[in-house]
């Protein structure tokens, strides 16, 4: 490893590495932007990138020249810009950046940080299980009783596309110009209307959600299933996949995982709807 500030070394003083690669980044990005060449699109992002690059260097400068009136700032903010960098020692500094800057500590986003129960500190099986709930009812909210008619209608599982002639007439209803109707309504071609086949079972629900009613919520099974069949393959399932008793077998079966994801998030919608208690016997309903 070098010891001068040298970009192919890497300098191992990180804050000595990332002010010159800043600089030269700085440098390649607005001779890109600048550059008559490059069609529109791609000078718009390369001047994105300057922008971005420059505002960071200054925002280092006031880390450095003056820590405490860079912590009184971000502590009253919810996001500090980062310094992502290939650089082996970037990891580290960034921990100490974000613990340094007390992001968030005053913000009126505050609770997230401090807040143990905050939905972003649960386990995932929670988080899916808040989002089935929230899906579920704000479906049957929306529907309410009319659900079977859009059935009939549209089907379930079908898609139905949107006429463009229903969007220029909300478009017109909302007064758009003739400028924004060319801008904002090509975005609107191909839409469709439909509705998921784990629907169907939503004229059996039983609300609110509660302890008697949280089997009527298994439908989320079937949501999850048809919205995203490879759903365990996600990051957040990675302690599943690699399990020990799923390694010993030479890798868990798609169907093993998620049985054992599902049961997780039965667990929780039961938690969640304050049943805590186990059964005296083993219910005949299962997801």
Same mark, same amino acid.
């Given at each position: 490893m070098r010891n001068d500030c040298g970009l192919d070394g890497p300098e191992s003083d990180f804050l000595k590495w990332i002010e010159q690669a800043l600089f030269a980044d700085a440098g390649t990005a607005y001779d890109a932007y600048t550059f008559d060449g490059s069609p529109d699109d791609e000078r718009n992002a390369w001047r994105l990138f300057h922008d971005a690059v420059e505002a960071t260097g200054k925002l280092l400068e006031l880390y450095k020249g003056n820590p405490r009136l860079f912590e009184k700032v971000a502590s009253q903010l919810s996001f500090l810009p980062c310094l992502m960098s290939w650089h082996p020692d970037a990891e580290r500094f960034d921990r100490q950046y974000l613990e340094s800057s007390q992001l968030g500590r005053r913000s009126m986003y505050g609770e997230l940080r401090n807040n143990p129960r905050h939905l972003a500190q649960q386990s995932w099986p929670v988080r899916y299980a808040y989002s089935i709930i929230a899906t579920i009812d704000l479906t049957v909210d929306t529907y309410e009783d009319r659900l079977p008619l859009w059935a009939k209608i549209y089907g379930y599982g079908i898609k139905h596309p949107i006429p463009m002639s229903r969007y220029e007439s909300a478009a017109e209803k909302m007064g758009w110009d003739i400028g924004k109707k060319r801008r904002e309504l090509p975005k609107y071609q191909g839409s469709y209307h439909i509705l998921p086949a784990w629907t169907e079972g939503l004229g059996k629900l039983?609300?609110? +959600?509660?302890? #008697?009613?949280?089997? /009527?919520?298994?439908?989320? %099974?079937?949501?999850?299933?048809?919205?995203?069949?490879? +759903?365990?393959? #996600?990051?957040?399932? /990675?302690?599943?996949?690699? %399990?020990?008793?799923y390694q010993q077998q030479g890798g868990a079966k798609k169907g093993a995982i998620q049985h054992a994801i599902f049961k997780d998030i039965l667990i929780a919608l039961k938690t969640i709807a304050g049943s805590n208690k186990r059964r005296s016997k083993p219910s005949r309903r299962d997801c």
């Open positions: 039983h609300r609110p +959600f509660s302890i #008697a009613h949280v089997l /009527d919520y298994c439908t989320g %099974k079937e949501m999850i299933l048809e919205e995203m069949p490879d +759903f365990h393959l #996600a990051p957040e399932w /990675d302690g599943y996949r690699n %399990k020990r008793a």
